[in-house]
């Protein structure tokens, strides 16, 4: 019986070993056991408000590109945007194709529950607009490069119920 006992308990630290090994390697975030009875609680327990599942902020997301049209707009003036796209919040783009000088019109819209500040920044001009997602129209103003670069930025208080839409043309 202590043969047998013995193998057992080295094969099962064996494995246990690699397994631990296996985790560490991974990319994964390590679990800890304190954290898999509070998952057995909450499974029994009421549902509660959680923030939107990454496919819930593309939903809002599509909802901002919507409102700028874009797909359209995309596929009929191809040679006059410049950069378009929705960010992240908090986000940023950076463009560095653009010359000092140029004149853009840039259009923000987002979606959803809550404001966004969008900032755009080139050389030292800087300009910002808050935007309100749950009124559904598009705010549109004028900006001038004054670097050989444009970054568009969006922030958020309510960064997990926006989604968010920007599009950036030459002005003809």
């Known amino acids: 019986m202590y043969r047998f006992t013995r193998h057992t308990g080295s ?8 397994t631990g090994m296996a985790s560490a390697c991974s990319d994964s975030p390590p679990t800890s056991k304190a ?3 509070q998952k057995a609680a909450s499974a029994t327990a009421a549902p509660t408000a959680q923030p939107p599942s990454q496919p819930g902020r593309e939903q809002l997301n599509e909802e901002a590109r919507d409102l700028l ?3 359209d707009r995309l596929e009929s003036d191809e040679e006059g945007v410049v950069s378009s ?3 992240a919040v908090p986000g940023q783009n950076l463009d560095k194709t653009i010359k000092p ?5 840039v259009e923000v819209a987002c979606a959803g529950e809550g404001t966004v500040t969008f900032t755009v920044a080139s050389g030292n001009a800087k300009t910002a607009k808050r935007v ?3 009124q559904p129209m598009t705010n549109g103003f004028d900006f001038t490069t004054a ?5 568009i930025q969006a922030d958020s208080h309510e960064e997990e119920s926006v989604g968010t839409a920007y599009m950036v043309s030459h002005i003809s």
């Open 11 to 18: 094969a099962l630290t064996a494995v246990a070993l690699i």
């Open 35 to 37: 954290a898999q009875p």
């Open 69 to 71: 049209n874009m797909t």
């Open 85 to 87: 796209g929705s960010l």
């Open 101 to 105: 000088g140029t004149a853009l019109r």
């Open 132 to 134: 309100d997602c749950t």
């Open 147 to 151: 670097g050989p670069d444009l970054a």
